[in-house]
């Protein structure tokens, strides 16, 4: 099985704020990989797939990038409603989850 | 519109067995390339994926769970059904079902359902 590891898991950011989370794959998943953002009490809502195509209605400060086993998704100016847990899920075989990185205030 | 309703009973004895119905709206699960997924989640806990089932009926399964689970559906009533037996309280979690495309050699799943929360519990 492949494992998904996301750093940090916890994160602290002010609104304007830059953010950068990191994904990694206990193997090369090539661009097969998603980002989503998850808010409580909600389902999560797609962001980004293939590692970098946006999904249709996401604003354009979210961008995906990397390929083979790290990633990387960046949010370039942090707005009010950022603030919520983030996971990146491989799919080259299967699905995986990673741990989750919550974007706190 | 997409729509997808998860519904199931809300708490299940240890030992039992689970089942769960996705009704969903806006899609065929006839159409070439598209599937249906299951996803849970423990309280505050992390996502887990369980089950897929495609178009021409394929079905896969997390290979730490398929000894439990089964997924099947009926495209005449826009429904998707898993079970998972032999329930115990570490199944405790929301299960979410959602739309699985597979476009241009990628998947996503771009609709999810509210979830359901199952709880195990004697």
């Known amino acids: 099985d492949i494992q998904m590891t996301q750093s940090p898991s916890t994160l602290s950011a002010s609104v304007g704020d830059r953010v950068t989370i990191t994904c990694r794959a206990s193997?090369?998943?090539?661009?097969?990989l998603a980002w989503y953002q998850q808010k409580p009490g909600k389902a999560p809502k797609i962001l980004i797939y293939?590692?970098?195509s946006l999904e249709s209605g996401v604003p354009s400060r979210f961008s995906g990038s990397g390929s083979g086993t790290e990633f990387t998704l960046t949010i370039s100016s942090l707005q009010p409603d950022d603030f919520a847990t983030y996971y990146c899920?491989?799919?080259?075989?299967?699905?995986?989850f990673g741990p989750g990185t919550k974007v706190e205030i | 519109q997409v729509t997808l309703r998860e519904s199931g009973p809300a708490l299940v004895k240890p030992t039992q067995t689970l089942t769960l119905t996705c009704n969903f709206s806006?899609?065929?699960?006839?159409?070439?390339?598209?599937?249906v997924s299951w996803i849970r989640q423990p309280p505050g806990k992390a996502l887990e994926w369980l089950a897929r089932?495609?178009?021409?009926?394929?079905?896969y399964y997390s290979t730490s769970l398929e000894t439990r689970l089964t997924i099947s559906k009926d495209t005449s009533k826009n429904q998707v059904v898993l079970t998972m037996t032999n329930m115990d309280p570490v199944d405790t979690a929301t299960y979410f079902c959602?739309?699985?495309?597979?476009?241009?050699?990628?998947?996503?799943?771009?609709?999810w359902g509210q979830g359901a929360l199952v709880t195990v519990s004697s």
């Open positions: 806006g899609f065929s699960l006839s159409t070439s390339g598209m599937c």
């Open positions: 899920q491989q799919y080259k075989n299967y699905f995986t």
């Open positions: 959602a739309r699985t495309p597979y476009i241009s050699g990628s998947y996503r799943f771009d609709y």
């Open positions: 193997q090369s998943i090539s661009s097969w």
């Open positions: 089932i495609d178009w021409d009926d394929d079905k």
């Open positions: 293939k590692a970098s």
